[in-house]
């Protein structure tokens, strides 16, 4: 038996009047319940669909939660009893514009349900909805991509959770009718106040005339069903819900990003007194005990200046991506105002004479490859790469991810923002919040580690923004290649070609590198290593991350394995949907061509510790989905055109760039593949190891 933890929903998401209702179980979704789980005595008993908007009982995506609103954004209520948590979470969901396109749709019957009559398109329906020239809501398209199950203790809830994301911005009509089975097997009914909804006369004046707007909805829904051959005497439950835009703000900052002057000069070690060239070698091997790496690209440290949309230095950890007033954006005023232009650092690395090429620049300059590092790391991480990509003849270029940098007190520390001749800001801003050894809140005299405040469990939107903030340096990166300019007198600049541009993003890196890709159309083919989609249960069922995250709501008293755990983990998924890969995968996917790597391990070699191949209770979460979502077929040897997801049964989460001493031929063979797929611009995409690789 299948168990399936919830990912939300409003309906328990933060107490209060209108979720208290069913609330207290334990959420979970159960695909293979009989009816041999159902009570005895609902043998011979009608089930009624749960609806009672005076009380509070409603379905739990549902606009009815913008009534009220003045600015087109959720009006969740906050009720006396809200802990501070609560009312810090329903104020940051009454920012949205509308319901998650990942998190389950659910709604209350009560009783036990069969779990096998809960089909989409036949015993419930979910309607895209648009409008035609008078107005009029009309059926777009039917949702068909929904897997039906039920949750609850007492298997009382009807799930449908979306396996495609949903349409952002976009409204959608839900009709429940009676094929739709108790686990005793007989059809569930209409309650008493849905059924005076469904009536056509007008209720002003009668004991119901509070359904009246109800009325009015509820009509049009039927209306909507009766179009796609559903009878209205069979619905026993509808309403709508909008979902909130996701690509809106991003567009924004892509399109208002602007070039900056890249200024770059060469790394040197000038303790002997006269400066000499730094190569990769000089980072990766500095004692020279390791003759495998050579040293085939030069290093070159610069500079970008960025417009920042975030808070910066001691309040870093805070804010949002918000209005020239400071608000947060809504339909009203949905314009970010940068807070203001941040210098940040950039690494280069330039192929020099002991790469394949020999170093010489061809006519039109250097291929470029943007590289993106993932969580925790910093721009250095491009240089374990960087000897495979000058073998190629790129150009690696590479900034940090918002709150990440290097480590002053660290092996980097040379190309640290404080010791090169750029006025530049670390993106890290050296905080010292927490102890470094412990983890506990206070100062210990040290630089924070970078990314430690990237994802944010005390402010969600802000994680959202972290990610909307790297995505926007890498814009502003993308568009200030053609711009080259040395930072030194009689020093040239790398020649680059700015017209041909590839991409790697590595974990986190492809995960901001996925939604990148989606707006970011000059940029050709891409390698993103090991992303993953659907954050939330991303992080949640991650081997690294999950412990941390649930140590922390721990913490605060919001336990694993509780509905307030449940619902903080949909709150958040909720939060961060419009800067989540899974929905700018399709994008990213038709407009690019993609190599992905993911570890899946096998015998003794464990999948991906770090970002999980998939997670069983979200459909949406992993790598697996964000790879079906953007297309992306699995390759075997030897090799494919176009692109592919290539699963290794060997290596782990790090092996595209740091080997180990068993995992050696793992990484040259990522490597080679990310090198060649990006040289012939992915038209090809090749396999020399085949041991490695698992055939699809």
Avoid at 46 to 53: C, E, Q
Avoid at 350 to 369: R, T
Avoid at 402 to 414: S, T, W
């Amino acid at each position: 038996m299948r168990k399936f933890t919830s990912l939300s929903l409003a309906g328990c998401l933060l107490g209060g009047a209108l979720f208290l209702d069913g609330c207290t179980d334990s959420t979970h979704y159960d695909f293979d319940a009989s009816a041999q789980t159902a009570q005895e005595d609902l043998a011979k008993k009608s089930v009624a669909a749960i609806f009672d908007p005076a009380n509070g009982k409603i379905p739990a995506t549902n606009n009815l939660l913008f009534a009220g609103s003045t600015d087109g954004t959720l009006n969740i209520p906050t009720v006396s009893s809200d802990s501070t948590g609560a009312q810090l979470l329903k104020t940051a969901l009454n920012t949205l514009d509308g319901f998650s396109t990942v998190n389950p749709i659910i709604t209350d019957f009560g009783d036990a349900l069969d779990p096998a009559s809960i089909k989409a398109g036949d015993s419930v329906h979910v309607y895209e909805l648009g409008r035609d020239a008078d107005g009029n809501a009309t059926v777009a398209s039917e949702v068909t991509s929904l897997a039906g199950a039920v949750t609850g203790d007492n298997n009382d809830k009807l799930v449908l959770i979306p396996t495609v994301p949903l349409k952002g911005g976009t409204n959608y009509a839900v009709i429940i009718t009676n094929k739709v089975k108790t686990a005793a097997g007989y059809p569930v009914v209409a309650s008493q106040t849905y059924t005076a909804s469904k009536g056509t006369a007008s209720l002003v004046g009668s004991e119901f005339e509070a359904l009246e707007p109800i009325r009015l909805v509820t009509n049009e829904n039927e209306k909507l069903a009766a179009s796609q051959g559903v009878k209205p005497s069979d619905v026993v439950l509808s309403w709508q819900f909008k979902t909130q835009t996701i690509g809106a703000v991003l567009q924004t900052l892509h399109d208002s990003a602007q070039a900056s002057p890249l200024v770059v000069a060469p790394a040197v070690d000038a303790s002997s007194g006269t400066p000499v060239q730094l190569t990769t070698k000089n980072f990766l091997d500095p004692t020279g005990q390791n003759p495998a790496i050579v040293g085939k690209a030069n290093v070159y440290i610069g500079a970008l200046t960025v417009p920042y949309y975030l808070n910066t230095g001691a309040g870093a950890t805070t804010g949002f991506i918000s209005t020239g007033s400071g608000t947060p954006l809504s339909p009203a005023d949905n314009t970010p105002v940068k807070k203001s232009d941040v210098t940040i650092p950039v690494l280069m690395t330039v192929p020099n004479a002991a790469s394949k090429g020999g170093g010489a620049a061809p006519e039109g300059g250097f291929p470029v490859v943007i590289f993106q590092h993932g969580i925790t790391a910093n721009r250095t991480s491009l240089l374990p790469i960087a000897d495979a990509l000058a073998d190629a003849g790129f150009v690696g270029v590479a900034i940090d991810l918002a709150l990440h940098g290097v480590d002053p007190n660290g092996d980097a520390a040379a190309i640290h923002a404080s010791n090169t001749p750029f006025d530049e800001t670390e993106l890290t801003f050296d905080l010292d919040l927490v102890n470094n050894q412990t983890g506990a809140p206070g100062p210990d005299g040290l630089a924070d580690p970078s990314g430690q405040f990237f994802i944010n469990l005390t402010s969600l939107p802000t994680s959202r923004d972290n990610i909307r903030q790297s995505v926007s340096d890498l814009f502003v990166l993308r568009k200030s290649l053609g711009g080259i300019a040395s930072g030194l007198p009689d020093v040239p600049a790398p020649a680059l070609n700015a017209d041909n541009v590839r991409f790697i993003g590595h974990s986190l890196g492809g995960i901001v590198g996925a939604v990148f890709l989606a707006f970011q159309d000059d940029v050709g083919a891409a390698t993103l290593g090991m992303p993953g989609g659907g954050i939330a249960q991303l992080l949640n069922n991650s081997p690294t991350f999950g412990p941390r995250i649930a140590a922390g709501l721990a913490a605060n008293g919001i336990d694993k394995g509780t509905p307030e755990f449940d619902a903080f983990m949909a709150t958040a998924q909720w939060i961060i949907d419009p800067a989540d890969p899974i929905n700018h995968a399709a994008v990213a996917g038709a407009k690019h061509k993609i190599h992905m790597i993911e570890v899946v391990g096998g015998n003794s070699n464990p999948p991906d510790q770090v970002i999980p191949n998939s997670v069983a209770t979200a459909p949406l979460s992993g790598t697996e989905p964000l790879a079906r979502v953007m297309g992306l077929s699995p390759v075997a040897p030897p090799g494919a055109s176009n692109g592919g997801l290539v699963r290794f049964n060997a290596g782990n989460h790090s092996s595209i760039l740091i080997p180990t001493a068993d995992t050696l031929d793992v990484t040259v063979e990522m490597q080679t593949e990310t090198a060649a797929f990006l040289a012939t611009n992915g038209a090809n995409l090749p396999i020399a190891n085949g041991d490695v690789i698992q055939s699809p």
